[in-house]
């Protein structure tokens, strides 16, 4: 009897050895970089996505503000910089906006990206698109997919 719980214990002891060596089997042991107190500082400071372009520059293209409405439209995969304006429609979708201060933004296009200085209100109706501001709006989402925040 005494053999056999020496056995038992002796084979969960060796099974127990060989799982935890194949845990560690084969691993190359790599450094873990921890990021540093000033690299968190950087990481916040680092622009949005569409603040840096990266690749081949995107066209630009110019849309006036005209009796404060300014409407975006047909301007797909390109870039659209508007300063203040009462009121900016996004028609387009894949577009790269940069605005001012703005009392009613309306999106009706798809995967856009939007950077206001401010804004009152924001409706959006289409998918996939993301505003950023540092002002608080009232929000109507009626798509997927989108964010309106910092």
């Known amino acids: 009897m005494k053999t056999r719980n020496a056995l038992a214990l002796l ?21 873990v970089k921890t990021p540093s107190a000033s690299s968190s500082a950087k990481a916040e400071k680092t622009p949005n996505p569409t603040s840096e372009i990266t690749g081949p520059p995107i066209e630009k293209a110019d849309v006036p503000c005209t009796d404060g409405t300014a409407t975006i439209a047909d301007v797909n995969n390109k ?30 296009g798809a995967i856009n990206g939007i950077d206001v200085k401010s804004v009152s209100t924001v409706t959006i109706t289409g998918d996939g698109n993301r505003v950023s501001t540092d002002s608080k709006p009232k929000v109507k989402d009626s798509g997927k997919s989108n964010t309106v925040g910092r």
């Open 11 to 31: 084979s969960v002891a060796a099974l127990s050895t060989a799982l935890l060596a194949g845990c560690t089997a084969g691993d190359e042991t790599k450094p």
């Open 79 to 108: 870039s659209v910089t508007i300063g203040d304006c009462t009121t900016v429609i996004v028609e387009s979708s894949n577009t790269v906006i940069h605005l001012g201060a703005v009392k009613s933004l309306t999106v009706k």
